[in-house]
């Protein structure tokens, strides 16, 4: 089922619209673009693979039929989205991989506090700390980003994928990675999900959102966290990043899935560092060195 009648996406789309050349191809008609969806296996995506979860096929059958316009479906603490917009994939992978940026106070992604704590940010594999706090009621939770880099090379560049899955049975709840910003919080119990990008054409790109959150405690977070209208602003605030954020990066900033620089020759690449893998570490110190990696002591929020 389609959102609609909600004016501040359709400026958002409006004005991203100018961001397209009009001498440059923008989406194919909806037969090329059914034709070209099912040639990629679209299960072959985390979404299916690892969370176990059908392709959204009415929401991109839908999506094909009116560009521009954001999809959604909703099954207890699943959320689902699908949009196809004339804009690159380009742009709009930076948009997601730009954490650090996420935050409720520029209207972009609906969190509260968003800051990479471990490996580099718009890495491929990295630790996020997000807090979300709305209708009086607020959550953090730690999760371990990583780019699908098997996936982009087997689909030959055309599935674009982001993933996310808890840490939280490694973090100290008691004692959330950044203190100061997520005061009386309790922490998420779990959330998992993926973001797939697909180019259809130099200025088409169909966008797919997952995401299955699990609040604990006694209230319907979950529901709030994953209903249609917050999967709607989740889009929304995802283009509102590229229109106003994203051409400020240097193009050196960003990674492709398969880790090579986003636009760099290779003698200028420098992969990035992940973050490193929590079962690693020793049993003493998994905790302390997730809830305060070097990079982000506990006390205070160090992002820039």
């Known amino acids: 089922m389609s959102i609609r009648g909600i004016g501040t996406l359709g400026a958002v789309l409006v004005a991203l619209s100018s961001m397209v050349s009009p001498t440059m191809a923008a989406c194919p008609s909806p037969d090329q673009l059914l034709e070209t969806l099912d040639d990629l296996q679209l299960e072959r995506a985390s979404r299916t693979k690892s969370f176990e979860n059908a392709v959204p096929t009415e929401l991109y059958q839908s999506a094909v039929d009116r560009v521009g316009e954001v999809f959604v479906s909703r099954s207890g603490l699943k959320g689902f989205g699908v949009l196809i917009v004339e804009l690159p994939i380009e742009k709009l992978w930076k948009a997601v991989n730009d954490e650090d940026h996420h935050d409720l106070e520029g209207d972009y992604i609906p969190v509260k506090h968003s800051e990479v704590i471990g490996g580099d940010p718009r890495g491929s594999e990295r630790l996020l700390f997000q807090t979300f706090q709305r209708w009086g009621i607020g959550r953090w939770w730690l999760s371990r980003i990583r780019m699908s880099a098997d996936l982009y090379r087997q689909s030959d560049g055309n599935l674009w994928e982001l993933t996310w899955t808890d840490e939280i049975d490694s973090a100290d709840t008691?004692?959330?990675?950044?203190?100061?910003?997520?005061?009386?919080?309790?922490?998420?119990?779990?959330?998992?999900?993926?973001?797939?990008?697909?180019?259809?054409?130099?200025?088409?790109?169909?966008?797919?959102?997952?995401?299955?959150?699990?609040?604990?405690?006694?209230?319907?977070?979950?529901?709030?966290?994953?209903?249609?209208?917050?999967?709607?602003?989740?889009?929304?605030?995802?283009?509102?990043?590229?229109?106003?954020?994203?051409?400020?990066?240097?193009?050196?900033?960003?990674?492709?899935?398969?880790?090579?620089?986003?636009?760099?020759?290779?003698?200028?690449?420098?992969?990035?560092?992940?973050?490193?893998?929590?079962?690693?570490?020793?049993?003493?110190?998994?905790?302390?060195?997730?809830?305060?990696?070097?990079?982000a002591p506990k006390a205070t929020s160090q992002r820039k």
């Open 174 to 295: 008691e004692n959330p990675p950044i203190a100061d910003v997520a005061k009386k919080m309790p922490a998420l119990k779990s959330s998992r999900g993926s973001w797939l990008m697909i180019p259809l054409s130099e200025d088409c790109t169909a966008v797919e959102y997952f995401t299955h959150t699990e609040p604990g405690g006694f209230i319907g977070l979950g529901q709030r966290m994953v209903a249609k209208r917050g999967v709607h602003l989740t889009f929304e605030g995802l283009l509102n990043l590229v229109s106003d954020h994203i051409s400020e990066h240097d193009v050196r900033d960003f990674f492709l899935p398969d880790g090579a620089g986003l636009g760099w020759s290779s003698e200028e690449k420098t992969p990035p560092q992940a973050a490193p893998e929590a079962q690693t570490l020793p049993e003493a110190n998994k905790k302390q060195e997730l809830s305060a990696p070097s990079s």
